[in-house]
C-alpha cells in the first residue's frame, strides 16, 4: 500500500459497525493497518466482526455505543482511553432510514432519524474533538452523509433531511477545527449494493433507477474504499469542509 494510504499507528473508531456498510469500513481500515474500534448497541453483534478482523492478523476492539445518547458516547470514548485509545480517525456511519411519505411521518419517526443521523454524528465528533485537542492530537472525521443531502427523492423527507444537514455540519465543523488540525470531511455514497436494499434494488423500480445512473449500475461497499482511504489518511491530509460524492454520477445525471 502506498504510504500515503497507510493507517500504521492509527487508531480508528467506526460508528454503527455491527453490520452493512459499517462493518466494511471496519474491514478496510483495519488492513490499511488501523487500530479499530466497533461502535455499536449491542456488543454482541460486533464480536463476530472482531474475531474476523482478528484472524486476519487486524487489531480490533468493541465498544457500546448509542449515538443518540450523550451519556453513551462519553461512556464509550471513556471506556477506549481507560484501554489507552484516543481515536484520532472517527467514521461515523451510524445512520438509519424510513420510507414514508411525509404526511405519514410521525415525530418519533422524524426524532429517530435525525437523532442518529445528524446528532448522532455531532455528539461523536465533538466528542472525538474535545479529546484530540486536549492530548494536541490531529485527526480526522469522516462523515458518512448521501447524495440524498444534495438531490431529493420520494418518501426520505427526514432522512434527506439530515443528511443535507450532516454535510452542512461538516464544514462548519472543518472550518472551527481547522486551527487543531483536525480536518472534517463527508463521503457522500449514492446507492450501494447491501443486505437492506438489495431486493429492492433487483426490483423493477430499482432497475429503472439503474437505468438512470450514468454508469448504469449500482454501486458495491467496495466502491467506497478509496474515498474513506483518502479522507482518512495522509493521503488527503490537505483536504478538509469537502462532500465527495461516490455515486457512479448519479448526481450529475439529467432531471
Not at 179 to 202: Q, S
Not at 233 to 253: C, E, K, N
Amino acid at each position: 500500500m502506498n504510504e500515503l494510504f497507510s493507517l500504521d499507528g492509527r487508531i480508528a473508531l467506526v460508528t454503527g459497525a455491527s453490520a452493512g456498510l459499517g462493518a466494511h469500513f471496519a474491514e478496510v481500515l483495519a488492513d490499511a493497518g488501523a487500530q479499530v474500534w466497533l461502535g455499536a448497541r449491542r456488543v454482541d453483534k460486533l464480536q463476530a466482526l472482531q474475531s474476523e478482523l482478528r484472524a486476519k492478523g487486524g487489531k480490533a476492539e468493541t465498544v457500546a455505543l448509542d449515538v443518540t445518547d450523550a451519556a453513551s458516547v462519553q461512556h464509550a470514548f471513556d471506556t477506549m482511553r481507560e484501554a489507552g485509545a484516543v481515536p484520532d480517525i472517527v467514521v461515523n456511519n451510524a445512520g438509519v432510514g424510513l420510507g414514508t411519505p411525509a404526511l405519514s411521518t410521525s415525530e418519533q419517526d422524524w426524532d429517530q432519524v435525525v437523532d442518529t443521523n445528524l446528532k448522532g454524528a455531532w455528539l461523536a465528533a465533538t466528542e472525538a474533538a474535545r479529546r484530540l485537542v486536549a492530548a494536541e492530537r490531529k485527526g480526522s472525521i469522516v462523515n458518512i452523509a448521501s447524495i440524498l443531502g444534495e438531490r431529493v427523492g420520494a418518501f426520505v423527507a427526514p432522512y434527506a433531511a439530515s443528511k443535507a444537514g450532516l454535510t452542512h455540519l461538516t464544514k462548519a465543523l472543518a472550518l472551527e477545527w481547522a486551527r487543531h488540525g483536525i480536518r472534517v470531511n463527508a463521503l457522500c455514497p449514492g446507492y450501494i449494493a447491501t443486505d437492506i436494499n438489495r431486493d429492492f434494488l433487483a426490483s423493477e423500480d430499482g432497475d429503472r433507477m439503474r437505468k438512470r445512473i450514468p454508469q448504469r449500475r449500482f454501486g458495491e461497499a467496495r466502491d467506497l474504499d478509496g474515498p474513506l482511504l483518502l479522507l482518512a489518511s495522509d493521503a488527503g491530509r490537505y483536504m478538509t469542509g469537502t462532500a465527495i460524492a461516490a455515486d457512479g454520477g448519479h448526481l450529475v445525471s439529467g432531471l
